[in-house]
């Protein structure tokens, strides 16, 4: 038997190994690429719905506040509504057509009543403005995140891209 042929197989049976190893590392990088691929897709789906997603929850935030203002504004009301009762009654029985101090204190209730409703509303609208500023913010740390993801993606598909075929996965190309 000659000399080289023991080498010769043992450089045969390294390339037919390195071919193998290289053709399954293409595939890998295939299959890698097409995941991320779709992984990006969905990347980029999801960024489109953000806007949508932020209005939906601006517009519940919405609803939320004017249910609450009717809300306080029905409470208003009827508060009112039970101090002009008040009033007639106290004007009936003090045999008065129109008591002059009955009509401060019913004004001065009313201007009460008033106030708090207006304090009751802009907190009502201090807390529907800090829900639209969490919005805004959650809708802001979620496109950043998504980029970031989609750059860690696209990185990913671009060192795979360098062994997607058999050729480069040997180092030759």
């Not at 009762?85 to 004007?91: N, P, S, V």
């Amino acid at each position: 038997m000659p000399a080289w042929l023991i080498p010769a197989i043992a450089t045969g049976l390294t390339a037919v190994g390195m071919y193998g190893s290289a053709k399954n590392t293409a595939k890998a990088s295939k299959a890698q690429i097409a995941a991320d691929k779709q992984s990006l897709a969905d990347i980029l789906a999801g960024k489109r719905e953000l806007d949508f997603t932020a209005s939906a929850k601006e517009e519940a935030a919405g609803v939320d506040y004017m249910k609450q203002l009717d809300i306080t504004g029905s409470q208003s009301s009827t508060l009112k509504d039970r101090l002009f009762l008040t009033k007639d009654e106290a004007e009936a029985k003090s045999g008065l057509a129109y008591s002059g101090s009955i009509q401060e204190t019913n004004a001065r209730a009313i201007e009460q009543l008033n106030q708090d409703f207006n304090l009751k509303r802009e907190g009502l609208m201090d807390n529907f403005e800090k829900t639209k500023a969490g919005i805004e913010e959650w809708k802001s740390s979620e496109h950043a995140r998504l980029t970031a993801e989609q750059r860690k993606i696209e990185a990913r598909i671009g060192v795979a891209r360098t062994t997607d075929s058999t050729l480069e996965a040997l180092g030759w190309k």
